[in-house]
């Protein structure tokens, strides 16, 4: 029973895909809605993310530091563990689940309320594609969510740099060394590829448990929860599924 149940909400997904590009909003109202939604998205996250980003780089370059304790092991190891772990999975994934929790919860409180209030079927009533009104400019406005990525590698670099420099680890040469070593640019394009899906599953999972929510606002508290879980769930598989077909050969 409980698998039957699971099939038809990922069909209802699916199909909630479909009904977001159908009957169109008219740009003139879309814009002002994608131009909020990037203020409530993607501005009103970067503080939270240029905070964890920073000091969890910063971490990173501690812990390696402390773990080289042979004195043969050179001390550009340093900058390029901290290269390679923010720039594979701190920055896209562990952001992506802690936005899983900032913006899912945001957009699945706001869509669940929009939903109790009976302004979602004020909306249908009207003849306007609620679907397309209210996910839609999430989509549009989460195509920046890359910009954010980009910014917390930056950072995670940064703290990393400054946490070995200052922390009395290595020199900075050392360090800088260490994020030149054995580049590869294809891992930014992996990074990003990641982010690009991670923004998508961001804008639609919670999206859909606030629209198809039943109940009252007790409901849309636990609609919250449930759509962090699966967001979170989703991101993870998808990071190993991308990981498994760009990473391997």
Aim: aromatic share 14%.
């Amino acid at each position: 029973m409980m698998l039957v149940r699971y099939l038809s909400q990922i069909g209802k997904y699916f199909l909630m895909w479909k009904e977001i590009f159908n009957k169109p909003t008219k740009w003139s109202v879309m814009r002002s809605l994608i131009f909020k939604e990037i203020d409530d998205l993607i501005i009103g996250s970067l503080g939270i993310v240029a905070f964890i980003s920073f000091f969890v780089g910063g971490v990173v370059a501690i812990q390696t530091a402390l773990n080289l304790t042979n004195p043969l092991i050179p001390k550009y190891l340093i900058g390029f563990a901290t290269r390679q772990s923010v720039i594979l999975e701190f920055a896209p994934t562990f952001i992506s689940i802690i936005m899983a929790g900032k913006m899912g919860s945001f957009i699945t409180s706001s869509i669940g309320t929009m939903r109790v209030t009976e302004q979602i079927d004020a909306l249908e009533v009207m003849g306007v594609n609620s679907l397309n009104y209210l996910v839609f400019p999430k989509l549009i406005a989460l195509q920046l969510y890359p910009f954010v990525i980009g910014i917390s590698m930056f950072l995670g670099i940064l703290g990393g740099w400054i946490a070995a420099v200052y922390g009395g680890f290595g020199s900075s040469a050392e360090f800088i060394g260490g994020l030149q070593k054995e580049f590869i640019p294809f891992h930014i394009a992996y990074a990003f590829i990641k982010t690009f899906v991670f923004a998508l599953l961001l804008a639609t999972i919670p999206s859909f448990h606030g629209y198809y929510m039943k109940g009252g606002a007790l409901e849309v508290g636990k609609a919250s929860t449930v759509s962090f879980v699966w967001t979170s769930v989703m991101i993870i598989t998808m990071n190993y599924i991308l990981t498994q077909l760009l990473l391997t050969t």
